[in-house]
T-cell receptor, first 114, second 115 residues
Framework: ETGVTQSPTHLIKTRGQQVTLRCSSQSGHNTVSWYQQALGQGPQFIFQ???????GRGNFPPRFSGLQFPNYSSELNVNALELDDSALYLCASSSPGQPNTEAFFGQGTRLTVV | AQTVTQSQPEMSVQEAETVTLSCTYDTSESDYYLFWYKQPPSRQMILVIR??????QNATENRFSVNFQKAAKSFSLKISDSQLGDAAMYFCAYRRTFGNEKLTFGTGTRLTIIP
C-alpha cells in the first residue's frame, strides 16, 4: 500500500449539490494531482497542486476547484454536481525532481450523482 | 497534445503463459517517461514498470518487461509466467520529463488469467 489516503471511499450526492473530496499525500511529497476516472475509461487529469499553488489544469470547468494545505494534503471541490460527474476520483502524490519521480495513488473516492 | 492509445480492450492468457499488451502514443517531445499501471478491483493504481525515453535499454521488473520502440512510438508490456494475481486493468501512461507532472492515460486493457 502507498501512503496516500483518500476520504470518503464512497459518496452519493444529488444533482446540483456540492461535494468535497480529501487526499493526504505520502510523507515527503509536495505535489498532489487529481484525476477523474469514468466507468470503463482511463483517468483524466483534473489539476495539480505544487506547494499550495495550482500547477496545471486539464479540460474541466471552473466548478471543479481545489486546495492544497501547508502539510501538502489536498481537497477537490465540485459545485453544481451533474450526473456525468459520477466517477472514481483518484489522488496521486509525488515529489518533483527526486530520482524516482513516481506518482503514488490513493484508492480513490467513488462518487455517484443521482 | 499528447495522446495514448491502447487498442486491446480485453486480453486473456492461460496461467503460466506469456501475454503482451500493446500501447502507442503520440508526442512532439523528445524526453519523457512512459509507465504501465495496474488497477485491480481494489481500484488503487499500482506502478508496474517505468521507461525513460532517453534510455535505449528496455526496462525489466521481474516477470514484467517492455518493448520500447521510440521511433514507432510504441510501448508494449510483456508479462511472463502469468499468475492469477496479474488479473486487473492495465493502463499505459505518458508523462513529460519537465514541467507539470500530469499523466496522460490510455483507455486500458482488461487482463483475465485463465486457471
Amino acid at each position: 500500500e502507498t501512503g496516500v489516503t483518500q476520504s470518503p471511499t464512497h459518496l452519493i450526492k444529488t444533482r446540483g449539490q456540492q461535494v468535497t473530496l480529501r487526499c493526504s499525500s505520502q510523507s515527503g511529497h509536495n505535489t498532489v494531482s487529481w484525476y477523474q476516472q469514468a466507468l470503463g475509461q482511463g483517468p483524466q487529469f483534473i489539476f495539480q497542486y505544487y506547494r499550495e499553488e495550482e500547477n496545471g489544469r486539464g479540460n474541466f470547468p471552473p466548478r471543479f476547484s481545489g486546495l492544497q494545505f501547508p502539510n501538502y494534503s489536498s481537497e477537490l471541490n465540485v459545485n453544481a454536481l451533474e450526473l456525468d460527474d459520477s466517477a472514481l476520483y483518484l489522488c496521486a502524490s509525488s515529489s518533483p525532481g527526486q530520482p524516482n519521480t513516481e506518482a503514488f495513488f490513493g484508492q480513490g473516492t467513488r462518487l455517484t450523482v443521482v | 497534445a499528447q495522446t495514448v492509445t491502447q487498442s486491446q480492450p480485453e486480453m486473456s492468457v492461460q496461467e503460466a503463459e506469456t501475454v503482451t499488451l500493446s500501447c502507442t502514443y503520440d508526442t512532439s517531445e523528445s524526453d519523457y517517461y512512459l509507465f504501465w499501471y495496474k488497477q485491480p478491483p481494489s481500484r488503487q493504481m499500482i506502478l508496474v514498470i517505468r521507461q525513460e525515453a532517453y534510455k535505449q535499454q528496455n526496462a525489466t521488473e521481474n516477470r514484467f518487461s517492455v518493448n520500447f520502440q521510440k521511433a514507432a512510438k510504441s510501448f508494449s508490456l510483456k508479462i511472463s509466467d502469468s499468475q492469477l494475481g496479474d488479473a486487473a486493468m492495465y493502463f499505459c501512461a505518458y508523462r513529460r520529463t519537465f514541467g507539470n507532472e500530469k499523466l496522460t492515460f490510455g483507455t486500458g486493457t482488461r487482463l483475465t488469467i485463465i486457471p
